[in-house]
């Protein structure tokens, strides 16, 4: 059975930095495609970045450009770097996984996708 655990978050003020660690127990993190997803009070569930097994990375256009996702296979850690701060960037963060499948293809930033789910980390952008 897959887990996930989520770390990093905060509070911080505009401007600033986080990174944030999702660490996968249970199985081998290869061949596994990883997100993070963020949700606010009222909100739909939106997909921040995705990295998949093969290397491939998507992001949203709301972070392009100050998120990096990044993988560490032999940790069984996914990161989310979050540079240059804003107030809407604040939200609980999940990190979600994807076991191997058979099916060809997915959509890498849609919820659906996912099977597992971490309980979030929570961050705060504010003056």
């Known amino acids: 059975q897959v887990q996930l655990a989520e770390s990093g978050g905060g509070s911080v003020q505009p401007g600033e930095s986080l990174r944030l660690s999702c660490v996968l127990s249970?199985?081998?993190?290869?061949?596994?495609?990883m997100a993070w997803f963020r949700q606010i009070p009222q909100k739909e569930r939106e997909g921040v970045a995705g990295?998949?097994?093969?290397?491939?990375?998507i992001y949203s256009d709301s972070v392009k450009g100050r998120f990096t996702i990044s993988r560490d296979d032999a940790k069984k850690t996914l990161y989310l770097q979050m540079n240059s701060l804003k107030p809407e960037d604040s939200a609980m963060y999940y990190c979600?996984?994807?076991?191997?499948?058979?099916?060809?293809?997915?959509?890498?930033?849609?919820?659906?996708?996912?099977?597992?789910w971490g309980k979030g980390t929570q961050v705060t952008v504010s003056s």
């Open positions: 990295a998949t097994a093969n290397g491939q990375v």
């Open positions: 249970g199985d081998n993190l290869r061949r596994h495609d």
């Open positions: 979600a996984d994807r076991p191997p499948q058979a099916t060809m293809g997915f959509a890498p930033l849609a919820e659906w996708e996912y099977r597992y």
